[in-house]
């Protein structure tokens, strides 16, 4: 049929073609010449636009209006550039058509305003106007020439008024020049255009002419087949009813001059009615649409009625169930001879499943979209090609291009990754996709390239986007904005190495540069220097003016301190006021010369806050690291032995340290103990042991009376004798630790010791403060809350201040007395006598027991001076109402000269040794002979002296196992 029917039609599509063709040739010629009388009219407009700026710039003599003058002359010389490719005989059609498109030109009209220009070049009045066009460009040049050297002349360091108001009038005489050549341009553009339009037309002429008798001809052939197209036509309306009964859809009729409506059975079937059909009525279709679909669906019917436009509507109709359905109806209309619509035919489809569909698909697309709107990643999307298809809101703000801009280009021309470290473009991301088929995320620290130019760190995470079937359709590209974790990165990082305050390296970074040092000492021979400097009079600073002003004076010293050293040495603030120093690679003699310059520096800087000045100085102890002799704790602890030991000689010194240096290995040694103590501490290595203090001349008090001494157990487990470890406790400041500790041991064991049954009663139990706790002021507060948290008597307490702590801090000693003597606590002034003001201090403290220097009792048998001092602290003791405790009892003997004295205590190895201080349910009275031989014997014989001599030191023990 189809071969038929274009064996019967081919001339005519022959004949439409060629009318067609021609018709389209002719007005694009006509365009074409119309596009070069609108070209004229830019280029006219232009060079008047490029005059004005020229006369400006003559006058303004501003840079900007001669440009401005230069681009307003670039529509003359891009059309110059096309007619001057075009008159060469193997022309170049691009850079022809670069130069009209410069001349402001449409681009589609550029491709037949070149046919225009080559097919009718040599016609006259084409000629005549390109001629003219010639003329007119010559004229351009002499008016650029000009310009040239007007703007020399202006952009002289000395300009020549004179020169520029010739040139001016030179370019006057061009532009009344170049206006008649314009308009002469003008007119032969009009002729060539109308005599053009008058060839086409008789060429059109021509054409319908010789189609005409053709025409005729195949017309006649035509009337000749009508016989055998109307059989065609009947074979074609019975197959096309048997496909209206065969297909799914329904069909309608509609008469519209009758108002009847045919409804097939498939279209009842699909409206839930079978034998029941609705009426044949156009009342019956529109009665059963839906309320909200009813006012467009009508409209579009009218339209498709009474205009011919399209009839294609979705909407909605009430099944027989009630519910209602989509459907999709199709129809055309068929028309009289008036144009008038008379009848009206179409199709009915069921389409609530696909819109089920849509529905489903169009709430998953904008769950996905407002998804992708509000996440704070850059999304973008492209095809297998690499042609962009979305940017989420966050990539056009972190790229810089907007989604109407990219869509549908090469992603890397828009999108530029960079390798943080290499600074090397990252490979192309859909290629490594396509390559690897898997979802790649870019360990490496990347930049994204903004359109500004600014760079942001990314972290890139590329995946691929499949089809249902597992087929790869474009990738997906999702960046992350790291710049704010990377910017806390390297803030963490630099405040993990340096000092808040002064900005120098901290002690962690310090140690990690000398762990280095050390290495290459022993590695490659080198020779290292550490120097611990700590500041003399300092706190001076921070106590009477503040703390600002000493964070001023540590960032002042600080930056003085890194002026005097060489490049590459490295200053540290280890802590407080304290510094240290390495210098690498430095020689024994720059050693001693760079430590004391820098005590020379520190001692010439002058500070100043507000109104007053002040000096300083600083004490700094150096350490050679030559070979592998040091493990960095020894240099650090031998730097910090040195920099004490400069102190202790007079401060503001270089103290040097050396391995056979017998003081300072003794200091070193104690600030080992240091970091054993705060260990001993924190493992809770202390031990608690209790020395029995025992009446001498006979007492009322019924409980036992005791000092508690502190001990520690070392690494293996040994214990280590007080006076190891107490000189260094004292001497770096962990006695108020080490106090606390003791109290609160000693609070809980003897409220266990009080809460027990068979316990012993305790009287009295003293436990020694230090002078460093004394100085604090947080001690007082401490003690009271330990007894409020424990439930401690405060009457059974009796605290021990020696003499030399309680002078050295007499209003503070004084104040901690009269505080706890107030809660009924009892205090003893322990080895009384020592000091060489110890009488006219006593009556300042109220204390309750005098301990008399053990240095006296201990000689007193052999030296009557110590006898006397004895007798004497233990008589101005009574005088001032303090009772008297003697320490050293180490005899018998010394035991009978202290009854006849009068003191009224004993403490010693005579009487008892110290015992592990903990709670036990009974307690051994003690032995008789230790007291009752005081009280019953006034003055020894031969025979009881030669019977305590006999007597072992443990019958005269108080027994507390």
């Given at each position: 049929m189809t071969?038929?029917l ?5 001339p ?6 060629l ?5 389209v040739?002719?007005?694009k010629?006509m365009?074409?010449g119309?596009a070069?009388?609108?070209?004229e009219?830019?280029?006219?407009k232009?060079q008047?636009?490029?005059?004005g700026h ?5 006058h303004?003599?501003s840079?900007?209006d001669y440009q401005?003058?230069?681009?307003a ?7 110059r550039k096309?007619?001057i490719?075009?008159?060469?005989p193997n022309f170049?059609?691009?850079?022809a ?8 030109n449409r681009?589609d009209?550029i491709p037949?305003?070149v046919?225009?220009f080559?097919g009718?070049r040599?016609v006259?009045?084409m000629d ?15 008016f650029?020439?000009?310009?040239d050297e007007?703007h020399r002349?202006i952009?002289a360091?000395k300009v020549d008024n004179r020169e520029?108001?010739?040139l001016?009038e030179?370019?006057y005489?061009l532009?009344a020049?170049?206006t008649?050549k314009?308009t002469?341009f ?10 053009t339009?008058v060839?086409l037309i008789i060429?059109?002429i021509?054409v ?5 008798p053709?025409g ?6 035509m009337?000749?087949?009508s016989?055998?197209l109307e059989?065609?036509l009947?074979?074609?309306d019975?197959r ?5 009964d065969?297909?799914?859809?329904g069909?309608?009729d509609?008469?519209i001059?009758?108002q009847?409506v045919?409804?097939?059975?498939r279209?009842?079937?699909l409206l ?8 044949g ?7 059963r649409?839906?309320p909200d679909?009813?006012?467009d669906?009508?409209?579009?019917l009218r339209?498709h ?7 294609d509507?979705?909407?909605?109709l009430k099944h027989?169930s ?5 459907f999709?109806t ?6 009289d001879q008036a144009g008038k619509a008379v ?9 609530t499943d696909?819109?089920d569909?849509?529905?489903?698909l ?8 407002v998804t992708?709107?509000?996440?704070g990643?850059?999304?973008i ?6 042609l962009?298809e979305?940017f ?15 869509q549908g280009?090469p992603?890397l021309c828009f999108?530029?990754v960079?390798d943080?470290?290499t600074r090397?473009?990252?490979p192309d991301?859909?290629e490594?996709?396509?390559r690897?088929?898997q979802t790649?995320?870019?360990a ?6 903004r359109?500004?130019g ?9 995946s691929?986007i499949?089809d ?6 474009g ?7 790291a710049?704010r ?8 990082t ?12 901290n002690?962690r970074e310090?140690e990690?540069r000398?762990?280095?040092?050390i ?6 021979q ?6 611990y400097l700590d500041?003399?009079q ?7 003016c503040?703390h600002?002003?000493g ?12 002026r005097r050293l060489?490049e590459g040495d ?6 407080g ?8 690679n ?5 050693v001693?010369?760079i ?5 020379q520096?520190v001692?010439?800087?002058?500070f100043a806050?507000k109104d007053?000045?002040?000096s300083l100085g600083v004490?700094i102890?150096?350490?050679c690291i030559?070979g ?6 020894e240099?650090?602890s031998a730097a910090?032995?040195?920099c ?8 503001n010194?270089?103290?040097?340290y050396h391995?056979?240096?017998r003081?300072l290995s003794?200091?070193?040694?104690e ?7 705060q260990?001993?501490?924190e493992e809770?290595r202390?031990?608690l042991?209790?020395q029995e203090i025992?009446?001498?001349?006979g007492?009322s008090q019924?409980?036992r ?6 001990r ?6 040994k214990m280590?004798p007080?006076?190891?470890f107490?000189?260094?406790?004292e ?12 109290i609160?041991?000693?609070?809980a064991?003897?409220r266990q ?6 316990a012993a009663?305790v009287s009295t139990c003293?436990?020694n403060?230090s002078?460093s706790s004394l100085s604090?002021?947080r001690?007082l507060s ?11 008597p405060?009457?059974?307490i ?5 003499e ?14 009269q505080?706890l ?10 080895d009384?006598?020592a000091?060489?003001s110890s009488f006219?201090?006593?009556k ?7 301990k ?9 048998l052999?030296q009557p001076?110590?006898?006397?001092m004895v007798e004497?602290?233990?008589q101005i003791?009574?005088v001032?109402?303090k009772l008297?405790?003697?320490e050293f009892v ?5 035991l009978f000269?202290?009854r006849?004295?009068?003191?009224d205590?004993a403490?010693?190895y005579g009487i008892a040794?110290?015992k592990e201080?903990?709670?036990v349910?009974?307690?051994?009275q ?18 009881d002296?030669?019977?305590f ?7 005269l023990e108080l027994?507390?196992d």
């Amino acid at each position: 049929m189809t071969k038929r029917l274009l064996l019967i039609i081919w001339p005519f599509v022959v004949i439409a073609v060629l009318l067609v063709t021609l018709a389209v040739a002719s007005l694009k010629i006509m365009s074409a010449g119309r596009a070069y009388v609108e070209g004229e009219s830019l280029w006219s407009k232009a060079q008047k636009e490029s005059f004005g700026h020229l006369v400006r710039y003559a006058h303004t003599r501003s840079e900007i209006d001669y440009q401005n003058f230069r681009a307003a002359l670039g529509v003359p010389l891009g059309d110059r550039k096309a007619r001057i490719e075009l008159e060469k005989p193997n022309f170049d059609y691009s850079a022809a058509y670069q130069g009209f498109l410069e001349g402001g030109n449409r681009p589609d009209d550029i491709p037949w305003m070149v046919m225009l220009f080559r097919g009718f070049r040599q016609v006259s009045y084409m000629d005549h106007a390109i001629r003219l066009w010639e003329d007119g460009d010559r004229t351009i040049d002499q008016f650029l020439d000009v310009a040239d050297e007007l703007h020399r002349h202006i952009s002289a360091t000395k300009v020549d008024n004179r020169e520029v108001h010739r040139l001016l009038e030179q370019i006057y005489l061009l532009d009344a020049r170049i206006t008649p050549k314009e308009t002469a341009f003008s007119a032969a553009l009009g002729d060539a255009t109308r005599q053009t339009a008058v060839l086409l037309i008789i060429a059109n002429i021509g054409v319908a002419v010789v189609l005409l008798p053709l025409g005729v001809i195949l017309s006649r052939r035509m009337l000749k087949t009508s016989e055998g197209l109307e059989k065609a036509l009947k074979l074609s309306d019975e197959r096309f009813n048997l496909a209206v009964d065969g297909s799914n859809d329904g069909i309608w009729d509609w008469n519209i001059v009758d108002q009847e409506v045919y409804y097939s059975p498939r279209f009842n079937e699909l409206l839930g009615y079978g034998k029941d059909r609705i009426p044949g009525t156009p009342d019956a279709f529109v009665s059963r649409l839906h309320p909200d679909d009813k006012l467009d669906t009508l409209a579009t019917l009218r339209d498709h009625v009474k205009q011919g436009s399209s009839y294609d509507v979705e909407f909605r109709l009430k099944h027989k169930s009630g519910e209602y359905r989509w459907f999709r109806t199709r129809g055309k209309t068929v028309r009289d001879q008036a144009g008038k619509a008379v009848r009206m035919a179409g199709s009915l489809s069921d389409i609530t499943d696909r819109k089920d569909a849509e529905t489903e698909l169009y709430n998953a697309k904008e769950r996905a979209q407002v998804t992708l709107q509000s996440i704070g990643d850059a999304v973008i999307s492209t095809d297998t090609n690499g042609l962009i298809e979305y940017f989420n809101p966050v990539a056009v703000t972190m790229t810089g291009w907007p989604l109407s801009e990219v869509q549908g280009l090469p992603l890397l021309c828009f999108v530029n990754v960079l390798d943080e470290q290499t600074r090397k473009r990252t490979p192309d991301p859909v290629e490594m996709v396509l390559r690897n088929d898997q979802t790649h995320d870019i360990a490496t620290r990347l930049l994204l390239v903004r359109r500004d130019g600014a760079e942001i760190p990314v972290d890139q995470s590329i995946s691929p986007i499949r089809d249902r079937f597992g087929q790869i359709t474009g990738v997906v590209l999702v960046f992350r904005d790291a710049s704010r974790e990377r910017q806390y990165a390297a803030q963490l990082t630099y405040q993990a190495s340096h000092d808040a305050l002064t900005g120098l390296i901290n002690r962690r970074e310090f140690e990690n540069r000398l762990r280095r040092a050390i290495e290459s000492a022993g590695q490659l021979q080198r020779h290292h220097a550490v120097m611990y400097l700590d500041l003399d009079q300092f706190k001076i600073v921070n106590d009477t003016c503040g703390h600002t002003a000493g964070d001023e004076l540590m960032r002042q010293i600080s930056a003085i301190l890194q002026r005097r050293l060489r490049e590459g040495d490295t200053l540290a603030r280890l802590g407080g006021d304290e510094f240290g120093v390495l210098l690498e690679n430095c020689s024994s003699d720059n050693v001693a010369r760079i430590a004391d310059d820098l005590r020379q520096t520190v001692e010439d800087f002058t500070f100043a806050w507000k109104d007053g000045l002040f000096s300083l100085g600083v004490s700094i102890g150096v350490v050679c690291i030559e070979g592998d002799l040091f493990t960095l704790g020894e240099i650090l602890s031998a730097a910090d032995a040195a920099c004490y030991m400069a102190k202790e000689k007079g401060r503001n010194r270089v103290q040097l340290y050396h391995r056979d240096d017998r003081e300072l290995s003794m200091r070193h040694g104690e600030m080992q103990w240091v970091a054993r103590i705060q260990r001993a501490i924190e493992e809770n290595r202390l031990r608690l042991y209790s020395q029995e203090i025992a009446p001498v001349q006979g007492s009322s008090q019924t409980g036992r009376h005791f000092e508690l001494l502190v001990r520690m157990v070392d690494e293996q487990g040994k214990m280590a004798p007080p006076m190891a470890f107490i000189p260094a406790a004292e001497r770096y400041n962990l006695m108020p630790s080490v106090d606390r500790w003791v109290i609160r041991t000693a609070f809980a064991t003897l409220r266990q010791m009080l809460a027990g049954k068979r316990a012993a009663a305790v009287s009295t139990c003293s436990i020694n403060i230090s002078g460093s706790s004394l100085s604090d002021e947080r001690f007082l507060s401490f003690v009271m809350e330990q007894f409020t948290l424990i439930g401690l008597p405060h009457s059974i307490i009796c605290f021990e201040i020696t003499e030399t702590a309680a002078i050295a801090n007499m209003a503070k000693a004084a104040h901690f007395i009269q505080e706890l003597q107030a809660l009924g606590c009892k205090f003893s002034l322990d080895d009384f006598g020592a000091g060489m003001s110890s009488f006219a201090y006593l009556k300042h403290l109220p204390v309750d027991y005098l301990k008399i220097d053990g240095g006296f009792v201990k000689d007193m048998l052999s030296q009557p001076i110590d006898r006397a001092m004895v007798e004497a602290i233990n008589q101005i003791g009574h005088v001032m109402g303090k009772l008297t405790i003697a320490e050293f009892v180490e005899s018998p003997e010394i035991l009978f000269v202290l009854r006849d004295i009068g003191v009224d205590f004993a403490q010693g190895y005579g009487i008892a040794k110290p015992k592990e201080f903990a709670y036990v349910p009974e307690l051994t009275q003690p032995h008789p002979h230790a007291v009752e031989t005081c009280v019953q014997v006034r003055e020894p014989s031969t025979f009881d002296r030669a019977r305590f001599a006999r007597s072992s030191v443990a019958e005269l023990e108080l027994n507390i196992d």
